[in-house]
């Protein structure tokens, strides 16, 4: 076990102990394993129905499950389901099960504006277009290259209710302001959920540091898209890291900043591997409602991931 703790940054694996000291054996297990593949119904070319049927005739082995309604483990090769028509019409899109749940989470309806404002390359985007095809969508990404891997998924989704932007999302708060319902901001992040251990590539790039820069980006983000949603709005911020800084340590600052414009409200999540935020990093204490945010616990089939949950209570 521990030559294999050492292909990962030691001081990230030191960390993660901090973090959930009576999880870390159980959370260092999954970054072992491949997880499995899973994938989600696209209701704009589907229903539950057809799809359960088609999944059948294309011999694809699947289990659906509970939670996020739609949403299914594969358990035959990723590539032999590549090759159905299933996949190849965009009746389903390939995303892990806790990358799900922020969209879920901000419950896109069909009246509504929405800002996807770190878009690329569009599972959440794609999902909200599948759940409101009505509603007004604005996906914004600043990295030209994702832009059009985004473009190509909308596409292949048969998405028809979404305006992208190649921008940073710093201007949304000039371009948009206190304009749309809902806001998913999606953070670039560490990725420290995402690890495995065979795919060097996934954490070689994990540094201290590396964590500082990202939080500049999110409170940059953060603070921009206050600016463009209105007053009784809700915004979600997910990311799928660890690090505190990254995450209670973001909403901290933010809820702080505005103080009383701005309330986290909780997150119902139905699963096991889910617990509240951090009270605490380090020598810092966070601000009570931080509990409220919720972590995703990894396993064999989902991610590590964060979710806060804020309402914009005045302007
Ligand atoms: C975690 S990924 C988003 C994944 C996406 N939401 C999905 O579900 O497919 C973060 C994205 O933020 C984008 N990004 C980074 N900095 C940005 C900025 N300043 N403004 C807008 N997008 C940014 C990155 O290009 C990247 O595509």
Same mark, same amino acid.
């Given at each position: 076990?521990?030559?294999?703790?050492?292909?990962?940054?030691?001081?990230? %694996?030191?960390?993660l102990k901090?973090i959930y000291p009576s999880r870390f054996n159980e959370i260092f297990? +999954?970054?072992?394993?491949?997880?499995? +593949?899973? /994938?989600?119904?696209?209701? =704009?070319? +589907?229903? =539950? %129905?057809?799809?359960?049927?088609?999944?059948?005739?294309?011999?694809?082995?699947?289990?659906?499950?509970?939670?996020?309604?739609?949403?299914?483990?594969?358990?035959?090769? &990723?590539?032999?389901?590549?090759?159905?028509?299933?996949?190849?019409?965009?009746?389903?899109?390939?995303?892990?099960?806790?990358?799900?749940?922020?969209?879920?989470?901000?419950?896109?309806?069909?009246?509504?504006?929405?800002?996807?404002?770190?878009?690329?390359?569009?599972?959440?985007?794609?999902?909200?277009?599948?759940?409101?095809?009505?509603?007004?969508?604005?996906?914004?990404?600043?990295?030209?290259?994702?832009?059009?891997?985004?473009?190509?998924? =909308?596409?292949?989704?048969?998405?028809?209710?979404?305006? %992208?932007?190649? =921008?940073?999302?710093?201007?949304?708060?000039?371009?948009?302001?206190?304009?749309?319902?809902?806001?998913?901001?999606?953070?670039?992040?560490?990725?420290?959920?995402?690890?495995?251990?065979?795919?060097?590539?996934?954490?070689?790039?994990?540094?201290?540091?590396?964590?500082?820069?990202?939080?500049?980006?999110?409170?940059?983000?953060?603070?921009?898209?206050? /600016?463009? &949603?209105?007053?009784?709005? +809700?915004?979600?911020?997910?990311?799928?890291?660890?690090?505190?800084?990254?995450?209670?340590?973001?909403?901290?600052?933010?809820?702080?900043?505005?103080?009383?414009?701005?309330?986290?409200?909780?997150?119902?999540?139905?699963?096991?591997?889910?617990?509240?935020?951090?009270?605490?990093?380090?020598?810092?204490?966070?601000?009570?409602?931080?509990?409220?945010?919720?972590?995703?616990?990894?396993?064999? /089939?989902?991610?590590?991931?964060?979710?806060?949950?804020?309402?914009?209570?005045?302007?």
């Amino acid at each position: 076990m521990n030559s294999q703790i050492y292909q990962l940054p030691q001081e990230f %694996v030191h960390r993660l102990k901090k973090i959930y000291p009576s999880r870390f054996n159980e959370i260092f297990a +999954t970054f072992r394993q491949k997880k499995i +593949t899973s /994938f989600r119904i696209n209701y =704009l070319k +589907t229903d =539950l %129905v057809s799809l359960t049927r088609q999944l059948k005739e294309a011999n694809v082995r699947f289990k659906e499950l509970s939670f996020p309604a739609g949403s299914f483990l594969l358990k035959g090769s &990723l590539r032999d389901f590549q090759n159905t028509d299933v996949y190849r019409k965009g009746l389903v899109y390939v995303q892990n099960v806790s990358s799900m749940i922020p969209a879920i989470i901000l419950d896109p309806q069909n009246n509504e504006r929405i800002l996807d404002l770190c878009a690329a390359p569009g599972a959440k985007t794609t999902q909200m277009a599948s759940l409101a095809p009505q509603a007004k969508i604005i996906a914004v990404d600043k990295v030209r290259k994702r832009y059009y891997k985004l473009l190509a998924n =909308l596409r292949a989704q048969g998405v028809g209710n979404v305006e %992208v932007l190649l =921008l940073d999302g710093i201007w949304v708060r000039k371009k948009f302001p206190e304009y749309f319902d809902k806001i998913l901001v999606d953070a670039p992040c560490s990725v420290e959920g995402t690890f495995y251990l065979p795919n060097k590539h996934s954490y070689k790039y994990w540094k201290p540091r590396k964590v500082k820069e990202m939080v500049r980006t999110q409170k940059k983000l953060l603070h921009s898209s206050f /600016f463009a &949603l209105r007053e009784e709005g +809700t915004l979600i911020y997910s990311t799928c890291t660890f690090s505190p800084e990254e995450n209670e340590e973001v909403i901290d600052w933010f809820i702080g900043k505005f103080k009383d414009k701005v309330e986290l409200l909780p997150i119902d999540i139905p699963l096991d591997n889910v617990t509240s935020g951090l009270a605490r990093w380090k020598n810092r204490k966070f601000s009570s409602p931080c509990r409220l945010c919720k972590r995703i616990i990894p396993n064999d /089939f989902m991610e590590g991931f964060f979710i806060a949950k804020i309402k914009k209570v005045s302007v």
